[in-house]
């Protein structure tokens, strides 16, 4: 069975950071690259970022500026996928998706069900 796991979301003072975490198994997911996303209340999803299957290749939205780093481990039978977030504002709040496909802004297979990010002021 084909899962996407997000974990690590929650609630962080203006400023802060959080580091997202995510698990891809059920299939071969090594040769996979890897996204993050995310949808805030109203707003249609958006792209974050993404890394290669090899890891050495990356994309970042230009909203990015250098606060978030993407990564992932290729586990035998997993891939875990990290986003690192830091200099946190309230319009960084919304639901952040993980997903699995090709290395691209918007082709993208596999989704995960979401976490919950809020950033307070």
């Known amino acids: 069975q084909v899962q996407l796991v997000e974990t690590g979301g929650g609630l962080v003072q203006t400023g802060g950071s959080l580091r997202l975490s995510c698990v891809a198994s059920?299939?071969?997911?090594?040769?996979?690259?890897m996204g993050w996303f995310r949808q805030a209340p109203g707003k249609n999803r958006e792209f974050i970022a993404t890394?290669?299957?090899?890891?050495?290749?990356?994309?970042?939205a230009d909203f990015v500026k250098g606060r978030f780093t993407i990564s992932r481990d290729n586990d035998k039978n997993s891939v875990y996928t990290y986003l690192q977030m830091n200099s946190l504002t309230p319009e960084d709040t919304a639901i952040y998706y993980c997903a699995a496909g090709q290395y691209s802004r918007d082709d993208y297979k596999y989704w995960g069900q979401g976490t919950q990010v809020t950033v307070s002021s």
């Open positions: 890394i290669d299957w090899t890891g050495n290749n990356t994309d970042y």
């Open positions: 059920g299939r071969t997911f090594s040769n996979y690259a």
